[in-house]
């Protein structure tokens, strides 16, 4: 089959050492990894469910502005689910889904978002940074059409950088086209479209991975590298709706505050406000 599906790369475990993971070393729902240190020592790595955090996962963490570290990653419903994809005028039978976010990085390298169809089909989305720069891979129902988008501009580290994903889908009838386009600080958009000449049957996703995939998810082979992203994510949309993405998650691991301070959160909600 074309387009199997990968398992995403494990988390960080070694096997082979002495164990180092007693029974409940890890609080709240937490597992226990071993880990290989560069001294050549056995340790070990509590990987925290959402809200918890500290080295055995003690600490009750109310989270604003989540922050991955590279081994984290936030688990979001379905791009499908919360958003009535818009007919672009003139288009049909075309519909169009867009995907704001605000980021900051720490890293030149790593995994935005990524997320798939349900039951192992062929389309998907991977947003992520390569050398700096945000680039986009859309596979839209077919292993041929896996489209690709670049911005011709590099991250800064530790600033602060909106991107905005758009995607096209044909539903039903032939003749339709894909088509990808994403844009980054308000810089005139790029996009990569193709023709399709044969139909497409409407597809749904399934959740939304933040940051990283877990290890049990499955990733198609064309998506790319899936690379744990370090760094913030603040604001995040579909189709201008604007999700709180603690309040959305459905799961996650390993996330923590982004190190900004508390007000810039914007806890305060119905005209309330914050003060330090």
Request: include cysteine; charge should be neutral.
């Amino acid at each position: 089959m074309s387009g199997l599906l990968k398992p995403a790369e494990p988390s960080l475990s070694s096997p082979g050492l002495p164990s180092v993971c007693q029974k409940s070393l890890c609080h709240n729902g937490g597992t226990c990894h071993h880990i290989h240190l560069s001294s050549g020592a056995a340790s070990f790595q509590c990987d925290c469910p959402l809200h918890f955090s500290g080295r055995f996962c003690e600490k009750d963490t109310a989270l604003f502005f989540p922050s991955f570290s590279g081994n984290s990653y936030l688990e979001l419903p379905s791009v499908t689910s919360v958003s009535e994809s818009q007919i672009a005028l003139g288009q049909e039978p075309n519909r169009i889904t867009s995907i704001y976010l605000t980021v900051k990085t720490t890293v030149l390298n790593g995994t935005i978002l990524y997320t798939n169809e349900k039951n192992f089909g062929e389309q998907f989305l991977h947003l992520y940074l390569e050398e700096g720069r945000p680039t986009v891979r859309f596979g839209c129902g077919n292993s041929q059409n896996i489209l690709a988008v670049s911005v011709n501009q590099s991250v800064s580290k530790d600033v602060l950088l909106s991107i905005t994903v758009s995607y096209m889908l044909p539903v039903s009838s032939p003749g339709g086209y894909c088509m990808i386009k994403m844009a980054a600080d308000g810089n005139p958009p790029v996009q990569h479209r193709v023709s399709l000449t044969y139909p497409v049957s409407q597809s749904t996703f399934g959740s939304m991975f933040l940051g990283n995939v877990p290890a049990q998810a499955q990733v198609h082979q064309s998506a790319g590298r899936i690379q744990g992203y370090r760094g913030c994510i603040r604001e995040f949309q579909v189709n201008n709706k604007e999700l709180f993405i603690i309040d959305e998650a459905l799961g996650g691991r390993n996330i923590e505050n982004c190190n900004v301070p508390v007000c810039d959160y914007h806890p305060c909600h119905n005209g309330g406000t914050c003060t330090r």
